[in-house]
């Protein structure tokens, strides 16, 4: 694409699902990434480094609008640039800490644009695909495989599990920053036409302590996914703080 960012492997199911999931968070002040942690991201919308309220509504009704009308990233960046220059938050500063840190600029509109939107596709496309257990009971992890792709990623490929296998509470896609990974799901007829065999990851995950902030020294329990799968040794790590499925709690939370 011309703007450098592809989503269209996403844009598969209409927006409906992916819509409701984005529309029925809150809000959320955070200096931090972190400090909105995994789930809470299915309840509250957050940007980090942005401390005000009318600051954060404009950069969500802007990705609102782009996931609604299907805008491309430049599209995007060209009609929110202004007002977050005009509100002051673009630039650099100088944090509580003497370090310099990022506000508005280019690349941090990708990271927003490609993050946000990314998550509530893949949220519409499990909702969707909940709906369809009945017929398509059997999920493969699907990655881009490019030299994009990072190798726990690419190790993943083409693995096939149940729906219900627990596999999918921590590792259904984006399993971190800029992930293009997906999930397909199968009929057993399907299945069968691919010679695909159903694993399961009984005995295959396990939390690990990981760095999330150098700043502070902050250490958070994240789900990994590794040991002798199909002949070799494969470790799937996604990035700190994506070891978490929030399509499933959004549902979970519309149920209730």
């Given amino acids: 694409m011309a703007d450098g960012i592809d989503l269209s492997h996403a844009f598969e199911l209409p927006p409906e699902e992916a819509m409701a999931y984005f529309r029925a968070k809150g809000y959320a002040i955070s200096w931090d990434w972190w400090e909105v942690w995994e789930r809470a991201h299915a309840v509250a919308f957050t940007v980090a480094k942005v401390m005000r309220q009318d600051i954060l509504v404009d950069i969500r009704q802007a990705l609102d609008a782009a996931l609604a009308e299907g805008k491309p990233f430049r599209e995007f960046a060209s009609e929110l640039t202004p007002t977050l220059k005009k509100k002051g938050w673009w630039g650099r500063l100088t944090d509580d800490y003497g370090e310099t840190v990022q506000l508005g600029s280019p690349w941090r509109l990708r990271t927003i644009y490609s993050v946000n939107l990314q998550t509530a596709y893949m949220a519409g496309r499990y909702a969707t695909q909940m709906e369809l257990t009945g017929e398509r009971p059997y999920w493969m992890y699907t990655a881009v495989m490019d030299g994009r792709t990072r190798p726990g990623h690419a190790a993943l490929h083409g693995m096939v599990f149940r729906y219900d296998d627990p596999i999918w509470e ?75 499925n929030a399509a499933r709690d959004y549902l979970r939370r519309k149920a209730a």
């Fill in 170 to 244: 921590s590792l259904y896609p984006p399993n971190g920053w800029n992930c293009r990974c997906r999930v397909r799901a199968l009929s057993l007829y399907k299945l069968g036409q691919l010679g695909k065999t159903v694993m399961s990851s009984e005995g295959l995950l396990h939390s690990e302590d990981m760095l999330v902030s150098k700043k502070t020294g902050e250490l958070r329990r994240v789900t990994v996914f590794e040991g002798e799968v199909q002949g070799g040794s494969i470790r799937m790590a996604p990035d700190v703080g994506w070891s978490s």
